[in-house]
């Protein structure tokens, strides 16, 4: 048998096929797969744990990124608030804020970036949590990020509490604590 090798792109007989696959489908289910296996071999605690790391990892990317953007040191908390929107709208989630305190941002979500993949893959949310959680603690000092609601567990939408200080309402909810690193922000203040 004799296959035809296209050294062009967009030149493959195959590329009118509805086979569902394209880039960001490729990468959602790459990462859908990668947490299913991780969640098998591991367990879902040790999976959120690793899952939680390329978070902070992700986290520091973006609030590097959107402070440059915006030419400061630290953003102010409606910054904060505005960029955890803005960067899930940029991966096509539809968070929105459903309540804003000095103490707490409230966001619900009706769209995961994930789409069907996140379903039944509650590490993934860990992306979330340490994304949130270490951009709200990196400007503010600290975080609690509480996964209320979560696509991933069966429910309708997300909803998401960043408990932004420490209050007898935060010390309450369950959730996962951030924050600020000392050495960067000792490096912040030099």
Do not use: W
Not at 146 to 163: K, S, Y
Request: net charge negative; hydrophobic share 40%; aromatic share 4%.
């Amino acid at each position: 048998m004799s296959v035809d090798r296209c050294s062009e792109p967009g030149t493959s007989p195959l590329e009118s096929l509805a086979v569902g696959l394209e880039r960001d489908v490729f990468l959602r289910t790459l990462i859908r797969e990668l947490s299913g296996v991780l969640e098998d071999v591991v367990g879902l605690a040790e999976a959120s744990g690793f899952v939680s790391i390329v978070g902070r990892n992700m986290g520091q990317q973006i609030n590097d990124s959107y402070r440059r953007a915006l030419g400061v040191a630290k953003l102010d908390r409606k910054q904060v608030a505005d960029v955890l929107l803005d960067l899930k709208a940029r991966i096509n989630g539809a968070f929105e804020l459903a309540e804003v305190t000095n103490e707490k941002l409230v966001l619900v979500n009706s769209r995961c970036p994930f789409e069907d993949k996140v379903k039944g893959r509650t590490s993934m949310c860990m992306m979330t949590s340490n994304v949130f959680g270490h951009i709200a603690a990196d400007n503010l000092g600290f975080a609690k990020v509480e996964l209320d609601q979560t696509i991933a567990a069966g429910d309708p939408r997300c909803r998401v509490v960043v408990h932004l200080e420490a209050t007898d309402e935060s010390e309450r909810a369950e959730g996962r604590e951030y924050f600020v690193d000392q050495a960067e922000d000792d490096q912040a203040t030099e």
